[in-house]
């Protein structure tokens, strides 16, 4: 990649691999001979998966349209999550996949494991079996067992063993582009004009779809791109922004980005899958690396499919709320996701006690661009006061 790129021009390009994802891993696939492993969200070590030398991808570029097809295997009161993922295997998008590891965090993705692998088989098919109950004393040790377990299902199918040197080198690459996505997204926070929602969370998503190393080196294109435009911008003063924190599994759909960006919300931070959850936290570089991978999982923040103790979650967001200087919290939740529908109620009324102006909203993966959500959006931050 050219050294000089305009930042729009970076953006461009991340864009396009969340745009198409198929077309991604059609390219990925044209520039070597290695396996590629997907994965579903969330919370599987894609640092295993790497360090066993096959490039982890994530099925979280979705495509609206491919929800229906998976209609004749799936309940319709499934989350739409999962039923276009299904959709998008069943329409050929992940063929060239070597293999799939789906974690099991609800009752959809235990569910949906026995039914992919009757109708869209791939060579290797793994769940990954987060504990139920975090705070029990064993949850951990019962983790790094269900690390080792699934690594060796790896070493099986790569036909190699990983080495604790291997798996340390994948941990600090992994580390390392999760630090430079936390830098860029504190300048998304502070100078949303230079990095907008929809940009920042697509350089996110993207680093789920991409070669590690080749996301880093990106980004810090990009880096030195916005550096110069952020001295730029100091005379011209700054725009007024609400700062909102986000909750729920995943930004979707999209246009929800669009819809801040065009009434200069900035997200202050999140819990997403798919947003700052997924870079907030580093796996510690010192010690056994099965044990450190799941010491990350353990400093997570809080996913309404892996948390402590009721009111863990609440406690967590209100910390965000104040640490971010948010303005309120919007909860974005799918239509059918379960655990959070059953969170919702104890994380409102604590966000409430607490003075934090919150509100939900119910989102569908093939729910029509813009639908209600501009709406509903623009009533809860004039209810907060709007641009301030
Ligand atoms: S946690 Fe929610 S969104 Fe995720 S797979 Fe389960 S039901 Fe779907």
Redesign the pocket.
Known sequence: MPARKHAKKIYEHFNKIVADPVLQIKRLKKTGSFRIIGW???DVPEELIHAAGALPIGIVALERQAVSLSTPHMQVW?????RCALGMALEGSFDLLNGLIIPV?????RM?TGIWKQVKPYAFMDNFLLPKQVDRPSAKDYLIGEMGRLKARLEQFMDRTITASELCASIRLYNHNRSVMRKLFSLHTEHPELLSNRNMYNIIKSSMLMPKELHTNMIAELWRELEKKVDDNKSAGKKCHVRLLLSG??WEPPVIMDIFDGLDIVSAGDDF?TGYRYIANDVPETGEPLRALAERQFNRLP???FAGKSGDRAKSIIKMVEETHAHGVLFVH?K?????NFDYPMLRDDLSAYGIPNCRIETEIDSLPGENYFEQIKAFIDSIGGVV
């Open positions: 579903v969200p969330t499934s989350c739409s999550l999962m965090i609800c009752d959809t993705t949906v599994k995943v899958c996913i309404a499919a799918l059918y996701c379960e655990p959070e």
